[in-house]
């Protein structure tokens, strides 16, 4: 049977043998495939490793700062393009055009970045097996651009090694547990390499982004309060492009809705709404309008996957 006490040590020395004397570089997420990848490499190569973690700006709230503090030693470069993302996004409101943008200025970053964190001959990469058999479905009709940072082009120049290729989700978290990663980044649920911009309907702006991600915040804990962030794939909050009336107080309101999905699935491919408790549903609602600016609807999608997809672009 598969024992992360076996494959920690045969991964870090494949990662010896393919790195050699030279230095390596890995590209963080906030996933836990990256971030479980990452922990294998320092291990392996210690100072001889840097990472890059780019600020798109449309990571969900607490994200970046919780990366940092799980890689104390690490030496890693957190690079703020935030600016240069919300101008690429500027108008755009077709969800595949968002996702092109934000893949190729994904890359734009990288480039940037792997200037400043020291020179590297090989990329490490969290690519883990199912992302190899979906990679590998040529005549698979693309339903989404996928953007996720085991994606990097090839013609970045490096030397790829995936020490995870050939390991599932459960396998992966095992490893990190095994490795002493901190508990919040090993049960982290999936999360879009877009990040947030793919849970804004319509034009991403600042304004949307921060209403997002603070609904998000609220599922994310309300979820978690009552114990149900491993149990279900994933539960998250998107943010639409209309507005509805309603009243507060004695006041006429026009805001936002706000959907809640959460989600069961194996592997992401199908999946099932979740019949949440109506009284966290109530719950959710009561914060969410009551603790996030312009919004004065919660709404929950009760659509399964498919003919939904999880995401809502
Ligand atoms: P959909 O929306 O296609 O999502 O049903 C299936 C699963 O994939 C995640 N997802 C992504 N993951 N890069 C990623 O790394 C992406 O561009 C991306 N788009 C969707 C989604 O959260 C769900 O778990």
Redesign the pocket.
Known sequence: SWEPAQFIPEAIAQIQREVGAGRALIALSG?VDSAVAAALAHEALGPRLSAILIDHGLMRAGEIEEVVRAFPTLDLHVINRADVFFDALKGVTDPEAK?KIIGREFIAAFEYAKRTAGHADVLIQGTVYPDVIESGGKNART??S???VGGLPEEVGFTIVEPLRWLFKDEVRNVGLALGMPQSIVWRQ?????GLA?RIVGEVTREKVEIVRQADAIVRQEIEARGLQRAI??AFAVLLDVRSVGVMGDQRTYGYPIVVRAVQ?DD?MT?DWVRLDPDLLETLAHRIIGEVPNVNRVVYDVTS?PPG???WE
């Open positions: 996933g996702r339903i989404k996928h953007h996720n999936p999360f879009p390499g877009p793919v794939w994933q699935s992401g999946a996957k997809t999880i995401e």
